[in-house]
T-cell receptor, first 112, second 114 residues
Framework: GNSVTQMEGPVTLSEEAFLTINCTYT??????LFWYVQYPGEGLQLLLK?????DKGSNKGFEATYRKETTSFHLEKGSVQVSDSAVYFC???????????FGQGTRLTINP | DTGVSQNPRHKITKRGQNVTFRCDPI?????LYWYRQTLGQGPEFLTY????????KSRLLSDRFSAERPKGSFSTLEIQRTEQGDSAMYLC????????????FGSGTRLTVV
């Protein structure tokens, strides 16, 4: 079945460091890909998405490119802030079904 | 727009008891989803409603679980004869037009079965 594998956390960086969180997927067909973020005590929020190959999603300085050849959707940010500390989830849409398949999440901590 | 509201935020119950959770979606959203999240894992799909019709159920949703959305507005998720393995965060989300529009998630109900 469809699945998402994320880089294991936790990830700890200093402020202004470059961030990459790896995400690879297994899917039949052509899923849409998503990154969700969960801040402490809050619900999951959509961070960005890409609906077809080579699309780049971007939001709040974060970017991810849908790479069909490597089945990847890595999340990047050039300069992280303390406020980016959260858990990040990669997800794909299960084509033909009304559901998202999530990775296990990556906890990110940014130190000042 | 007050977002997706879930109640209660926390529930502690004894094994064997029944529990019910409520989700109030964003008013104009016709799609409503329930997910379950255990510690250190991503959310897992449980069920999906379009208006009042329950259109999809996961195999995770055993016969002890039932969900309703009687008037196409709020939804309830009931777990009968709770087991310790039911301890998890139960998440509700709503959407205006499917996942490509992005879900709006509630903050969840944390269930602890003792």
């Amino acid at each position: 079945g469809n699945s998402v594998t994320q880089m294991e956390g936790p990830v700890t960086l200093s402020e202004e460091a470059f961030l990459t969180i790896n995400c690879t997927y297994t899917a039949t067909g052509y899923p849409s890909l998503f990154w969700y973020v969960q801040y402490p005590g809050e619900g999951l929020q959509l961070l960005l998405k890409a609906t077809k190959a080579d699309d780049k999603g971007s939001n709040k300085g974060f970017e991810a490119t849908y790479r069909k050849e490597t089945t990847s959707f890595h999340l990047e940010k050039g300069s992280v802030q303390v406020s980016d500390s959260a858990v990040y989830f990669c997800a794909l849409s299960d084509q033909g079904a009304q559901k998202l398949v999530f990775g296990q999440g990556t906890r990110l901590t940014i130190n000042p | 727009d007050t977002g997706v509201s879930q109640n209660p935020r926390h529930k502690i119950t004894k094994r064997g008891q029944n529990v019910t959770f409520r989700c109030d979606p964003i008013s104009e959203h016709n799609r409503l989803y329930w997910y379950r999240q255990t510690l250190g894992q991503g959310p897992e799909f449980l069920t999906y409603f379009q208006n009042e019709a329950q259109l999809e159920k996961s195999r995770l949703l055993s016969d002890r679980f039932s969900a309703e959305r009687p008037k196409g507005s709020f939804s309830t998720l009931e777990i009968q004869r709770t087991e310790q393995g039911d301890s998890a965060m139960y998440l509700c989300a709503s959407s205006a037009g499917g996942f490509n529009y992005g879900y709006t998630f509630g903050s969840g109900t944390r269930l602890t079965v003792v």
